[in-house]
């Protein structure tokens, strides 16, 4: 990785930039990952998310990091946010956030589905509380069936889901897909479902109960296998991955993902490679590639053992849609990553200036607020009210 630079900190208030949830205010409850990057996903579209946070503090503060101060995982989930400490157990706390409640439009928690009534923060009650407030719950399983109550966690979800035997090599043990895929899915889902809840609400003038499960997040991802005709044998391939061609490469130094699944692009592939086999009839759909692996990987490796990964990424261009394999650590300052302004330098009270992700989303005419640190526990306590 090249030598990081370092921009001038982004301001953590004030918010400059309208974005399209500008002057909606959320209520971020959750831990983890699911739940508060959701959140974050709103932060980033304009609008104030608060951070409640129990004494303890998020769990995903306490997971394993290399940085001293703070939790990684914690700094890259949680941006954009306002951060309090309430412990609902207390009566003077749950009445601070009932206040905030009555304000707010959107609440947002991932307990499991039997712990809010406990606590008194069911929808429920909240909604007598504030008939406008979108109230969205995370959960591992839903909210109904015989599993509504377990703890559910990514991993978890990815393995009770198929994800993981389709993950691992035929014949092989299941694989771990790592990245929180389930969880940063749910996310998306979260964000959507909110703000699909406040479009509506401006109509009805109402909010409403949106749900999302980690198990429907799972199986909505995977929603090209979950097919099943009638009359189909349940036991089927629902790989998707096409074999043969498409993949991951070795090449002289470093390794390369090729994907050749069209005419053009097999031909391209040939003309590239120097390989002489376009025209031959047994390879010319990728079934019949997949079918004859063992012909073609052979001679394609023994053609891209003569250049490395980033010179064959470059003869290839548009040409053969392909990846040198990089590291995390590279897309810091990859020319693309830099042109679609996506790393940002946030200034955190502890941890000091750090770079990280900021505008998934774009918006032409509301671009959103410039994004601001993590909070550390309770940061703001004194400002929200």
């Known amino acids: ?49 608060i951070k409640i946070e129990p004494p303890g503090g998020d769990n995903l503060r306490q997971y394993p990091s290399t940085l001293a101060t703070e939790s990684r995982a914690f700094l890259g989930v949680n941006r954009s946010k306002r951060g309090i400490v309430l412990d609902l157990k207390r009566a003077e706390d749950h009445a601070a956030l009932l206040r905030l409640v009555r304000d707010a439009d959107v609440l947002v928690h991932n307990f499991r589905p039997s712990v809010p009534a406990r606590l008194g923060i069911d929808h429920d009650r909240l909604n007598l509380v504030n008939p406008r407030l979108v109230y969205c719950a995370v959960t591992g399983y839903g909210e109904d069936g015989p599993m509504r109550d377990k703890a559910g966690y990514d991993q978890v ?28 899915y749910a996310a998306a889902l979260l964000a959507a479902g909110v703000s699909s809840a406040l479009y509506e609400r401006e109509r009805s003038g109402l ?11 799972a199986l909505t991802m995977q929603s090209a296998r979950m097919i099943w005709a009638e009359g189909e044998s349940l036991d089927i391939g629902r790989d998707m991955r096409s074999g043969g061609v498409t993949g991951i490469h070795p090449t002289r130094e470093g390794y390369i993902y090729i994907s050749a699944n069209t005419p053009r692009f097999w031909k391209a592939l040939c003309e590239r490679t120097g390989l002489d086999l376009h025209e031959d009839a047994r390879f010319d759909t990728v079934r019949k590639r997949a079918e004859h692996h063992a012909l073609i990987v052979p001679k394609l490796h023994l053609a891209l053992s003569t250049r490395t990964a980033l010179e064959w990424e470059s ?17 810091f300052d990859h020319p693309q990553v830099a042109a679609e302004g996506m790393i940002a330098t946030f ?37 929200v009210g």
Do not use: W
């Open 1 to 49: 990785m090249n030598e990081q630079r370092m921009e001038s900190p982004r301001q953590q208030a004030p918010r400059a930039q309208a974005g399209p949830l500008a002057g909606v205010r959320v209520l971020d409850l959750s831990a983890y990952i699911a739940g508060p990057y959701g959140c974050t996903l709103l932060a980033d579209q304009g609008a104030d998310v």
């Open 157 to 184: 979800l990815q393995t009770m889901t198929g994800m993981c035997a389709l993950q691992g090599k035929r014949g092989g043990p299941p694989e771990v897909i790592y990245g929180s895929v389930v969880d940063y």
């Open 207 to 217: 909010g409403q109960f949106v749900g999302v499960s980690l198990l429907r997040s």
């Open 315 to 331: 003869i290839f261009g548009d040409e053969v849609p392909s990846a040198a394999a990089r590291r995390i650590e590279d897309m």
């Open 347 to 383: 200034e955190h009270p502890v941890v000091g200036k750090y770079r990280g992700v900021t505008h998934p989303v774009k918006f032409g005419r509301t671009p959103g607020p410039e994004p601001f640190a993590a909070p550390v526990l309770g940061q703001h306590g004194n400002e």
